[in-house]
């Protein structure tokens, strides 16, 4: 029951985004946008970088003619860089799990929002800094590599810093309910408390019309409680790292040399929009997620420069 009553809250909060996303990519199938191919856009420009999860990736595997394109890339020495939404891994892992898919990708062509908690702790000052984890091992590593402490959700010592890595397999109410419970004693407390999400994406999606969870719903759920709490102007909210905010494309179009590059996505909100705000082109991808669109509304989202309808 109680677990029941948490997925509507999640769920509660983020029907409009969900909806909203799906409603305006379904409109742009049928809008003005140009379509484009992955030979018209390697013309165009010096580099393309893709998202992961729902453009190369889907559940079981890669992509449709993904493979072949990434070998005719390397082969071709065609600059190119993963930008993903992803603290669950690191590079390393993550070049790795990729390459079991038969994505041959080198680690320094990886951009992953884990690496934005680095810049983030020494900014605000963290280094040494007690932090709860709600992630596994390589959303620990990200943590350490930024200067922070892990430490467990039922330890006794001070929590200074919440980071929703990732919605790790065998996560339970019991255990979110603990992390909820000590951030509220951390503010009862009148200590400062550093909440942060590296990875704000809602959902994935899981093949089909399925979808999951992903970090940033746990994140929204546990900012709700704090707001009911405390009321919206005393509760603290999270610090949302990784795309759409721009620091990931500009360390993406350092590592490929240019600006004169553009990115291709899956979703509105975070591919789209974050490729805008850094200044750059966009294709959006006519499969994964834009596929399971099938409201009809007004869009007031921002738009891709392109449409991509294959790989092939």
């Given at each position: 029951m109680l677990e029941r009553n948490l997925e509507k809250v999640i769920v509660n909060k983020n029907h409009f985004f969900v909806s909203a996303n799906h409603v305006a990519q379904e409109n742009m199938l049928r809008s003005d946008i140009p379509v484009t191919s992955i030979k018209a856009l390697q013309e165009r420009y010096d580099g393309i970088l893709f998202d992961a999860y729902g453009v190369l990736l889907q559940?079981?595997?890669a992509a449709p003619h993904a493979v072949d394109l990434i070998a005719r890339?390397?082969?071709?020495?065609?600059?190119?860089a993963i930008v993903s939404n992803s603290a669950s891994r690191?590079?390393?892992n993550a070049a790795r799990f990729y390459a079991s898919h038969g994505l041959a990708i080198d680690p320094g062509c990886i951009v992953l929002s884990g690496a934005s908690l680095r810049p983030y702790f020494e900014e605000h000052d963290l280094k040494g800094s007690r932090c709860v984890v709600l992630g596994g091992h390589d959303a620990r590593h990200w943590v350490r590599t930024a200067g922070g402490v892990p430490i467990e959700a039922a330890s006794h010592d001070s929590m200074d810093v919440l980071v929703v890595a990732e919605v790790e397999d065998g996560l339970t109410l019991a255990h979110l309910e603990t992390v909820l419970s000590r951030v509220c004693s951390a503010i009862d407390e009148h200590r400062d408390i550093h909440l942060v999400a590296p990875n704000p994406d809602l959902y994935y999606p899981k093949g089909g019309a399925a979808l999951g969870f992903a970090a940033g719903s746990i994140a929204d759920c546990i900012e709700r409680v704090l707001q009911a709490r405390y009321g919206n102007e005393h509760a603290?909210?999270?610090v949302r790292l990784g795309k759409p905010n721009p620091p990931m494309f500009v360390e993406a179009c350092k590592r490929l040399g240019s600006r004169r590059v553009v990115m291709v996505g899956d979703q509105i909100d975070t591919d789209i929009a974050g490729a805008q705000a850094a200044g750059l082109d966009s294709a959006l991808v006519t499969f994964g997620l834009t596929a399971e669109a099938r409201r009809n509304a007004q869009n007031d989202f921002c738009k891709p420069t392109y449409l991509l309808e294959t790989f092939a």
């Amino acid at each position: 029951m109680l677990e029941r009553n948490l997925e509507k809250v999640i769920v509660n909060k983020n029907h409009f985004f969900v909806s909203a996303n799906h409603v305006a990519q379904e409109n742009m199938l049928r809008s003005d946008i140009p379509v484009t191919s992955i030979k018209a856009l390697q013309e165009r420009y010096d580099g393309i970088l893709f998202d992961a999860y729902g453009v190369l990736l889907q559940e079981h595997g890669a992509a449709p003619h993904a493979v072949d394109l990434i070998a005719r890339l390397r082969s071709e020495h065609y600059p190119f860089a993963i930008v993903s939404n992803s603290a669950s891994r690191s590079v390393e892992n993550a070049a790795r799990f990729y390459a079991s898919h038969g994505l041959a990708i080198d680690p320094g062509c990886i951009v992953l929002s884990g690496a934005s908690l680095r810049p983030y702790f020494e900014e605000h000052d963290l280094k040494g800094s007690r932090c709860v984890v709600l992630g596994g091992h390589d959303a620990r590593h990200w943590v350490r590599t930024a200067g922070g402490v892990p430490i467990e959700a039922a330890s006794h010592d001070s929590m200074d810093v919440l980071v929703v890595a990732e919605v790790e397999d065998g996560l339970t109410l019991a255990h979110l309910e603990t992390v909820l419970s000590r951030v509220c004693s951390a503010i009862d407390e009148h200590r400062d408390i550093h909440l942060v999400a590296p990875n704000p994406d809602l959902y994935y999606p899981k093949g089909g019309a399925a979808l999951g969870f992903a970090a940033g719903s746990i994140a929204d759920c546990i900012e709700r409680v704090l707001q009911a709490r405390y009321g919206n102007e005393h509760a603290p909210r999270f610090v949302r790292l990784g795309k759409p905010n721009p620091p990931m494309f500009v360390e993406a179009c350092k590592r490929l040399g240019s600006r004169r590059v553009v990115m291709v996505g899956d979703q509105i909100d975070t591919d789209i929009a974050g490729a805008q705000a850094a200044g750059l082109d966009s294709a959006l991808v006519t499969f994964g997620l834009t596929a399971e669109a099938r409201r009809n509304a007004q869009n007031d989202f921002c738009k891709p420069t392109y449409l991509l309808e294959t790989f092939a």
